[in-house]
């Protein structure tokens, strides 16, 4: 019989197959199967380099066998198995036990296609027990094709292997029907794409990589085009719904009339489109993006002056205990003592104590608080509004659209304002956020000292990890305030920092931080410049009462030096600080650097960041810090964050449906693409919203993206 793309994967592999590939993968059709794309692609001639396989990851490369041995283990019975490999430069060991037979199979000069887990033993690069497959001596296939023919490298598992991917894929297409292609013709021939099976073939079983890269492009194109597509429906879905409008009044006017200094142009700008919007037609769905500083709350917070004005409610979710709690202090001191009663805006959050809870949470639900500021203790069942009129997220990236989605559904189609610090490159907002309205703050308040940036090279120059420690304390010295920022509460317990801050190790590198809060803390408590300082800790294991005590004493000036983990890296404003060392800076991304160094110069003291790190010139690890240290323009680095990392580290796996599911499209390297197929969307969408006269289309978008992720498109 002939496969279809809807075809289950237990009618044309197996049962037992679709099984193995159901649980690694997820896959249940052969759609599911074939867009399984190769990874990247090999040859029989070319070898893998072996220096600088990732340690702790689990690889496939092609190596030449040079050297089999067997020998017997000094403390238990039988045999040891190793393997040497070699790509001509570097060379690893496979090692087996118990296993002599391998040797009959593994023989110097054999090549092949060997995946497992990279280890390190007595420095040494090493697999043990990997999976293989040696390339046979077919004298039927000509020796210069068979040389040349790329051999596709699946993403694989330690319990599938590319090898195992591919014959699968081979077994589906030697039985695949035709494809009905997603692309409008004349699209596709001014783009010069292939027929959606001969790129489907092409990708997976090319005779050379000039046929790969034709195959990948009309793919990265249909990808683009079904994004682009999905994204612009739910952006229609949305104008669909109606909204109450809330327009403003004399609550707006009155808070705006007691503001100690002029909105800055973008503040502004900004505000008016959101005041436009919270008087649509439709729910308001914005996205406002701008630097540490830039006003963003502020203008969050004349939002929710003009949803109040006709008795609405507005409820702002932050992703900490202590921004949260800092959130509420801030909106009530702009407030003012003339309109925050009127207001009664409320803490509610999961740490509070119980009896304190039930009177916020009474209230909320009566509608006496009309600004409620939380944590996610406002998901919670219990929690409920009387008229929910605006939901605000603040640092959206925190946040899955499941929980966003949650704290939606407690008001009848309320506005969504989203808010981040994080600026987001072009290319991302188009691909990722194409179904928000986005606004953007540039300008940053006057009065801002501003921030000089350092990188402290240890490695170089261990000398200067001494210097960094006498600068803090001259810094102190000077009535100011430094914060200490750790990769790690407990170095020596292995313990991360909050919920996975951290970055990964370096490549290459196996252990973990090396400064963790507690090592910071003794070693400040042994240093003679900080005898007579007042040294404190913060992160994210304490409880809540604590945290907001030591937040609130190191804001009021009566902390010295707060060491932290990443607890501190949003919201927390304390003008008197004026220095951020960060310990092995390297362990952190590029936004998350830039992030953290905004707590400081935030008022008329000028701000000292220092990068500490051990990473070697050259590496990625050291670009990513010193691009910090090259610029303050946060949208800059947005794209070298982009450029360095990719965007799957970027995007993060919080956002559901497409967003999180790139297969083949880059953001950056597709930019122009991308746009074509927007633009190529839009037009469709204009002359066929429901997409009748695009069948083909309709039914790819359909099978990309399924109930649940359309659901949770049309709850970001």
């Given at each position: 019989?002939?496969?279809?793309?809807?075809?289950?994967?237990?009618?044309?592999?197996?049962?037992?197959?679709?099984?193995?590939?159901?649980?690694?993968?997820?896959?249940?059709?052969?759609?599911?199967?074939?867009?399984?794309?190769?990874?990247?692609?090999?040859?029989?001639?070319?070898?893998?380099?072996?220096?600088?396989?990732?340690?702790?990851?689990?690889?496939?490369?092609?190596?030449?066998?040079?050297?089999?041995?067997?020998?017997?283990?000094?403390?238990?019975?039988?045999?040891?198995?190793?393997?040497?490999?070699?790509?001509?430069?570097?060379?690893?060991?496979?090692?087996?036990?118990?296993?002599?037979?391998?040797?009959?199979?593994?023989?110097?000069?054999?090549?092949?296609?060997?995946?497992?887990?990279?280890?390190?033993?007595?420095?040494?690069?090493?697999?043990?027990?990997?999976?293989?497959?040696?390339?046979?001596?077919?004298?039927?296939?000509?020796?210069?094709?068979?040389?040349?023919?790329?051999?596709?490298?699946?993403?694989?598992?330690?319990?599938?292997?590319?090898?195992?991917?591919?014959?699968?894929?081979?077994?589906?297409?030697?039985?695949?029907?035709?494809?009905?292609?997603?692309?409008?013709?004349?699209?596709?021939?001014?783009?010069?794409?292939?027929?959606?099976?001969?790129?489907?073939?092409?990708?997976?079983?090319?005779?050379?990589?000039?046929?790969?890269?034709?195959?990948?492009?009309?793919?990265?194109?249909?990808?683009?085009?079904?994004?682009?597509?999905?994204?612009?429906?739910?952006?229609?879905?949305?104008?669909?719904?109606?909204?109450?409008?809330?327009?403003?009044?004399?609550?707006?006017?009155?808070?705006?009339?007691?503001?100690?200094?002029?909105?800055?142009?973008?503040?502004?700008?900004?505000?008016?489109?959101?005041?436009?919007?919270?008087?649509?037609?439709?729910?308001?769905?914005?996205?406002?993006?701008?630097?540490?500083?830039?006003?963003?709350?502020?203008?969050?917070?004349?939002?929710?002056?003009?949803?109040?004005?006709?008795?609405?409610?507005?409820?702002?979710?932050?992703?900490?205990?202590?921004?949260?709690?800092?959130?509420?202090?801030?909106?009530?001191?702009?407030?003012?003592?003339?309109?925050?009663?009127?207001?009664?805006?409320?803490?509610?959050?999961?740490?509070?104590?119980?009896?304190?809870?039930?009177?916020?949470?009474?209230?909320?639900?009566?509608?006496?608080?009309?600004?409620?500021?939380?944590?996610?203790?406002?998901?919670?069942?219990?929690?409920?509004?009387?008229?929910?009129?605006?939901?605000?997220?603040?640092?959206?990236?925190?946040?899955?659209?499941?929980?966003?989605?949650?704290?939606?559904?407690?008001?009848?189609?309320?506005?969504?304002?989203?808010?981040?610090?994080?600026?987001?490159?072009?290319?991302?907002?188009?691909?990722?956020?194409?179904?928000?309205?986005?606004?953007?703050?540039?300008?940053?308040?006057?009065?801002?000292?501003?921030?000089?940036?350092?990188?402290?090279?240890?490695?170089?120059?261990?000398?200067?990890?001494?210097?960094?420690?006498?600068?803090?304390?001259?810094?102190?010295?000077?009535?100011?305030?430094?914060?200490?920022?750790?990769?790690?509460?407990?170095?020596?317990?292995?313990?991360?920092?909050?919920?996975?801050?951290?970055?990964?190790?370096?490549?290459?590198?196996?252990?973990?931080?090396?400064?963790?809060?507690?090592?910071?803390?003794?070693?400040?408590?042994?240093?003679?410049?900080?005898?007579?300082?007042?040294?404190?800790?913060?992160?994210?294991?304490?409880?809540?009462?604590?945290?907001?005590?030591?937040?609130?004493?190191?804001?009021?000036?009566?902390?010295?030096?707060?060491?932290?983990?990443?607890?501190?890296?949003?919201?927390?404003?304390?003008?008197?600080?004026?220095?951020?060392?960060?310990?092995?800076?390297?362990?952190?991304?590029?936004?998350?650097?830039?992030?953290?160094?905004?707590?400081?110069?935030?008022?008329?003291?000028?701000?000292?960041?220092?990068?500490?790190?051990?990473?070697?010139?050259?590496?990625?690890?050291?670009?990513?810090?010193?691009?910090?240290?090259?610029?303050?323009?946060?949208?800059?680095?947005?794209?070298?964050?982009?450029?360095?990392?990719?965007?799957?580290?970027?995007?993060?796996?919080?956002?559901?449906g497409v967003r999180s599911s790139l297969r083949l499209l880059r953001v950056v390297a597709d930019a122009e693409l991308i746009q074509r197929a927007r633009a190529e969307a839009e037009d469709i969408l204009n002359h066929d919203p429901t997409l009748d006269a695009h069948p083909a289309l309709a039914a790819a978008v359909a099978r990309r993206v399924t109930?649940?992720?359309?659901?949770?498109?049309?709850?970001?």
């Amino acid at each position: 019989m002939r496969f279809g793309l809807d075809t289950p994967l237990s009618l044309a592999a197996g049962e037992k197959i679709a099984a193995t590939l159901h649980k690694a993968f997820a896959m249940e059709t052969v759609g599911d199967l074939l867009n399984h794309y190769p990874r990247r692609y090999a040859s029989h001639g070319e070898l893998t380099p072996i220096r600088g396989l990732p340690i702790g990851e689990q690889v496939t490369i092609v190596a030449e066998v040079i050297s089999a041995t067997d020998r017997r283990m000094k403390n238990r019975p039988g045999t040891l198995q190793e393997v040497v490999i070699s790509d001509g430069a570097g060379r690893m060991t496979l090692t087996f036990f118990k296993q002599p037979w391998r040797l009959r199979e593994l023989l110097p000069g054999r090549r092949g296609i060997f995946a497992g887990k990279v280890t390190r033993f007595r420095e040494t690069l090493q697999f043990s027990h990997p999976d293989y497959q040696l390339f046979g001596d077919d004298d039927s296939v000509d020796a210069k094709t068979w040389v040349n023919k790329p051999i596709p490298i699946y993403p694989a598992t330690a319990a599938v292997t590319s090898w195992q991917i591919r014959k699968v894929v081979n077994t589906v297409l030697d039985d695949l029907g035709e494809i009905e292609d997603p692309l409008p013709p004349d699209f596709a021939v001014a783009e010069g794409c292939l027929d959606a099976r001969s790129a489907v073939i092409g990708i997976h079983r090319p005779s050379d990589l000039t046929e790969a890269k034709v195959a990948q492009r009309t793919l990265r194109l249909h990808e683009a085009l079904l994004m682009q597509t999905a994204l612009l429906q739910q952006r229609e879905f949305v104008r669909m719904m109606s909204a109450t409008k809330r327009p403003g009044g004399s609550l707006l006017e009155r808070f705006d009339a007691a503001l100690p200094f002029e909105l800055t142009p973008d503040q502004r700008e900004v505000g008016d489109r959101v005041a436009e919007d919270l008087v649509g037609d439709w729910p308001m769905n914005r996205l406002v993006q701008g630097e540490v500083g830039s006003g963003k709350t502020l203008v969050a917070l004349r939002a929710m002056l003009q949803v109040a004005q006709s008795g609405g409610q507005s409820a702002l979710i932050a992703p900490t205990e202590v921004l949260a709690a800092q959130h509420l202090r801030s909106i009530a001191k702009a407030l003012g003592p003339q309109l925050a009663p009127e207001l009664m805006p409320t803490l509610l959050t999961g740490q509070m104590p119980a009896k304190d809870r039930r009177k916020a949470a009474l209230r909320v639900a009566s509608g006496q608080a009309l600004i409620v500021v939380g944590t996610h203790a406002l998901l919670s069942e219990t929690t409920q509004f009387a008229d929910l009129g605006l939901v605000v997220v603040d640092e959206q990236h925190r946040f899955g659209v499941e929980q966003r989605e949650t704290l939606r559904a407690k008001g009848s189609s309320p506005h969504a304002l989203v808010l981040t610090a994080t600026p987001i490159p072009r290319t991302v907002a188009m691909t990722v956020f194409g179904d928000l309205d986005i606004s953007t703050i540039r300008t940053m308040p006057a009065g801002r000292a501003g921030i000089s940036t350092f990188v402290a090279p240890i490695a170089e120059k261990p000398g200067w990890f001494a210097r960094v420690w006498d600068r803090a304390a001259e810094e102190v010295a000077q009535g100011r305030q430094v914060f200490v920022v750790c990769a790690a509460i407990d170095a020596d317990k292995g313990s991360g920092g909050e919920e996975g801050d951290a970055a990964p190790p370096v490549e290459g590198e196996a252990t973990g931080p090396r400064w963790g809060v507690v090592q910071v803390a003794a070693l400040l408590d042994r240093h003679p410049l900080f005898a007579d300082l007042r040294v404190s800790t913060l992160h994210g294991k304490m409880h809540a009462d604590e945290k907001d005590a030591t937040m609130r004493s190191f804001a009021d000036g009566e902390i010295d030096v707060l060491i932290a983990t990443t607890v501190i890296e949003v919201g927390v404003d304390v003008p008197n600080a004026s220095t951020m060392i960060i310990l092995e800076a390297d362990r952190f991304g590029v936004s998350q650097l830039h992030q953290l160094r905004g707590r400081v110069g935030r008022g008329g003291v000028p701000g000292l960041c220092l990068l500490v790190t051990e990473s070697e010139p050259g590496t990625p690890a050291r670009e990513r810090v010193e691009a910090v240290a090259e610029t303050l323009d946060g949208f800059r680095l947005a794209e070298v964050d982009l450029e360095l990392r990719g965007e799957g580290d970027v995007l993060g796996d919080a956002q559901s449906g497409v967003r999180s599911s790139l297969r083949l499209l880059r953001v950056v390297a597709d930019a122009e693409l991308i746009q074509r197929a927007r633009a190529e969307a839009e037009d469709i969408l204009n002359h066929d919203p429901t997409l009748d006269a695009h069948p083909a289309l309709a039914a790819a978008v359909a099978r990309r993206v399924t109930q649940d992720e359309r659901a949770a498109l049309g709850k970001s």
